[in-house]
């Protein structure tokens, strides 16, 4: 299957190569029998992430990737086969399936040359069909948006994806849409998060959006989430591209609601010392930070969990310890540890953190030219000479001149300077 075929259409530019990451299934019973479909069911996809079941009546013999001319109402539709075998069945447990009189839809064939060709046609009309009906839209004044178009295999049928906030009545623009391009119209509304999905980006962790990757089902998110995982509410960096919550904040959210199931109320608590107002919690580390609510300003204390259940249980009794933190097991820090190890020996991570006048103590002087072995003496070199051979060095005030001929002029040191 080559890059320039119309199924990638609606798939991410990086997943062109192959196929739709985000469609693709992992057929872990591809080496097992064919024992539980023997009616031959096969998945089909098609595209902006949709799917569907046939049946393969003809018995023919598909494999991952051709492509299929299958039934559709009305007319036919082209897909690609996506899963075969066992797995079918499993699939269908899970997503909705298609059927018509309560049967499933059936394969006709393999695709030729001339279905292909036609659906290369319908393709090319969906970027100006999509533009014209945005216009017709704009004109009956709808309060929604036509995201993309797509057309059927045969060129009959084509479905409208769009975006409204409210209920739209649509039925006059399908009369309009219907007169101007003589085709049947299906009206299909996507939520923001799909819309994105298609369209595509770069989230804020500098990686592909998950609807664009990975994700084709989406699940509601609340600010609870964001709660729970002690989350600044604040909404520009918790939406994404879509203006919805981000769906990575549902993905922690069980990891951090198990570790709180252990930890006390967060009521504030008293001492001998005063009283502790909570601020934060760090769920990882077990960690309940205070601050004094006294007038003189102090700084947040870190107390583990287990003392904070200690001292409740003392309040509740009309009890007070005299401190708020036992030092015997130690003060707790609010700076990340720094447990890096070069365990593997590389280099340090924060070896071009280092200034560069420490970088200038700690290089290893030059060595001097060792002499070869077997001679004995000072170490000669051509351009140096030892203190016998050269005077200057030996005494270097023996080389000064008398003070009465330091004004004398070089050049006839008989005569002095006018």
Known sequence: M?????????????????????????????????TSNPDELVEIRFKNTRKDYFRNVNQLKLEVGDLVAVEANPGHDIGMVSITGDLVRLQMKRHKVTMINGELRKIYRKVKQVDIDKWEE?????????????????????????????????????????????????????????????IRIEMKQIGARQEAGRIGGIGSCGRELCCCSWMS????????????????????????????????????????????????????????????????????????????????????????????????????????????????????SD????????????????????????????RRPNKRRQRPSGQSGPDHRPDQRTDQQNPRNANPRQNQRPRDQRDRNPRNPTQENQ
């Not at 990638?8 to 299934?25: D, F, H, I, Q």
């Not at 002690?230 to 520009?236: F, G, V």
């Not at 340090?348 to 006048?357: A, G, I, Q, W, Y």
Request: proline share 4%.
């Open 217 to 332: 089902s989406f699940s509601s998110v609340t600010t609870g989430a964001a709660r729970y995982q002690e989350i600044s509410l604040n909404p520009q960096k918790l939406a994404g591209q879509c203006s919805k919550l981000k769906c990575c904040l549902n993905y922690e959210v069980d990891a951090y609601l198990d570790e709180q199931k252990t930890f006390p109320s967060k009521a504030k608590i008293e001492t001998m010392e005063g009283v502790y107002q909570y601020v934060k919690s760090d769920v990882f580390r077990r960690t309940y930070w205070y601050n004094s609510d006294s007038r003189v300003p102090t700084g947040q204390v870190g107390v583990p969990v287990e003392r904070v259940h200690q001292i409740l249980k003392m309040n509740r009794k009309g009890l007070k310890p005299e401190k708020l933190i036992d030092f015997t097991e130690g003060e707790v």
């Open 2 to 34: 080559t890059t320039g075929n119309p199924i990638y259409r609606g798939c991410p530019t990086s997943e062109r190569a192959g196929s739709c990451a985000k469609l693709e299934v992992f057929n872990w019973l591809s080496d097992i029998e064919n």
């Open 122 to 182: 319908s393709m090319k009309r969906e970027h100006q069909t999509m533009i014209k009906s945005r216009q017709i839209a704009s004109d009956l004044k709808l309060n929604m948006k036509i995201g993309d178009v797509e057309y059927q295999g045969d060129g009959t049928k084509a479905i409208f994806y769009y975006i409204a906030d409210d209920r739209v009545d649509f039925r006059q623009l399908i009369k309009v849409l219907a007169d101007s391009f003589r």
């Open 335 to 362: 700076k990340p540890k720094n447990d890096y190890g070069n365990v593997v020996g590389q280099d340090s991570l924060t070896r071009f953190d280092k200034p560069h006048d420490e970088n200038r103590k700690n």
